[in-house]
């Protein structure tokens, strides 16, 4: 079994690559904003906006996290999911509500790799059993 693999975080002079590289220049404000409406749908009691962290894998974007918090509640209505989580993981879930969204919404493959891409991740994740029953 191969080592869990690590996701670091964006260095500040790298951040504003981060968010083209994921989303496409095209639809990079539309996609953005998806994660945050998808945090406040999650979070409603914990989340109120604030900055996020990107984090990436291989040079690659991953996903974004929020540092208002160092864990959130979620609550997902259509799955019934009820937990708390770490700010890192909430980030994961949020991104990957976003990214599937918007691979349904949008034919564009970047999409549904980028979902792929974090899936994996998230498969090796500490608390993938909690990401996982969040996004069921």
């Given at each position: 079994?191969l080592d869990?693999?690590?996701?670091?975080?964006?260095?500040?002079?790298?951040?504003q690559?981060?968010?083209?590289?994921?989303?496409?220049?095209?639809?990079?404000?539309?996609?953005?904003?998806?994660?945050?409406?998808?945090?406040?749908?999650?979070?409603p009691?914990?989340?109120?906006g604030?900055?996020?962290?990107?984090?990436?894998?291989?040079?690659?974007?991953?996903?974004?996290?929020?540092?208002?918090?160092?864990?959130f509640?979620?609550?997902w209505e259509?799955?019934?999911?009820?937990?708390?989580?770490?700010?890192?993981?909430a980030?994961?879930?949020?991104?990957?509500?976003?990214?599937?969204h918007?691979?349904?919404?949008?034919?564009?493959?970047?999409?549904?790799?980028a979902?792929?891409?974090?899936?994996?991740?998230?498969?090796?994740h500490?608390?993938?059993?909690?990401?996982?029953?969040?996004?069921?």
């Open positions: 079994m869990q693999q690590t996701a670091t975080l964006v260095p500040d002079e790298k951040r690559n981060f968010l083209p590289e994921l989303f496409g220049l095209n639809r990079l404000i539309i996609s953005e904003n998806m994660v945050y409406a998808f945090m406040e749908q999650l979070s009691l914990d989340y109120g604030g900055y996020w962290t990107f984090h990436e894998l291989d040079s690659k974007p991953l996903f974004l996290a929020p540092t208002s918090k160092p864990r509640r979620i609550s259509g799955n019934g999911y009820e937990g708390e989580v770490s700010a890192e993981a980030g994961i879930i949020a991104t990957m509500f976003a990214l599937s918007l691979s349904f919404r949008f034919e564009d493959d970047r999409f549904g790799e979902y792929l891409r974090l899936y994996e991740y998230a498969a090796d500490p608390e993938a059993p909690e990401i996982f029953q969040a996004i069921d």
